[in-house]
T-cell receptor, first 118, second 112 residues
């Protein structure tokens, strides 16, 4: 079974600085998808960034980028120029391809609470 | 606007009183799923559906039922709620394999 591990329950960053959130996963699949979701106090789950395992290039979305290390099964999220609005819980998630016959569910890590200091 | 709509947003009920949480999506997605979120555990899948009349258990299905009679709707049914089902519930849908999951606003359920 796939597992996703976020070992840091909390992190803090100074406004305008850069922070990296760690995530590791375990799978026997060679093709899969990885996501970072943001959950602000409103509880809404917001997709931050997505990475396809077959792509070697790291995904980027404005101030958000990932460091995807397939061999190490690591998928960290880097937030540059941190803003107060980035304060939230962040979840790392894994999804197997539908075509494998497996339930194409999202397997989530336990989440990390990020606080941003003004 | 593309969205997943859950109702109600908040619900307090008593042990044993049947309840239904509705979920509707307007994106014509085949795949829909229910998750529960508990502190320190992240989100865990309860049930999922790959299309109309096709549903199956996720990781934590005990005490829950679902149905998929129409493509857009995927209600979650608790026939006899218990306090250990107090949680934050999310409905999600997606179009294709590996596709982004769109989440509803969440339902905060308290069973006393």
């Amino acid at each position: 079974a796939q597992t996703v591990t976020q070992s840091q329950p909390e992190m803090s960053v100074q406004e305008a600085e850069t922070v990296t959130l760690s995530c590791t996963y375990d799978t026997s699949e060679s093709d899969y998808y990885l996501f970072w979701y943001k959950q602000p106090p409103s509880r809404q789950m917001i997709l931050v960034i997505r990475q396809e395992a077959y792509k070697q290039q790291n995904a980027t979305e404005n101030r958000f980028s990932v460091n995807f290390q397939k061999a190490a099964k690591s998928f960290s999220l880097k937030i540059s120029d941190s803003q107060l609005g980035d304060a939230a819980m962040y979840f790392c998630a894994y999804r197997a391809p539908w075509g494998t016959g497996a339930n194409s569910k999202l397997t989530f890590g336990k989440g990390i609470t990020l606080s941003v200091r003004p | 606007e593309a969205q997943v709509t859950q109702n109600p947003r908040y619900l307090i009920t008593v042990t044993g009183k049947k309840l239904t949480v509705t979920c509707s999506q307007n994106m014509n997605h085949e795949y829909m799923s229910w998750y529960r979120q508990d502190p320190g555990l992240g989100l865990r899948q309860i049930y999922y559906s790959m299309n109309v009349e096709v549903t199956d258990k996720g990781d934590v299905p005990e005490g829950y039922k679902v149905s998929r009679k129409e493509k857009r709707n995927f209600p979650l049914i608790l026939e006899s709620p218990s306090p250990n089902q107090t949680s934050l519930y999310f409905c999600a849908s997606s179009l294709y394999e590996g596709g982004e999951a769109f989440f509803g606003q969440g339902t905060r359920l308290t069973v006393v």
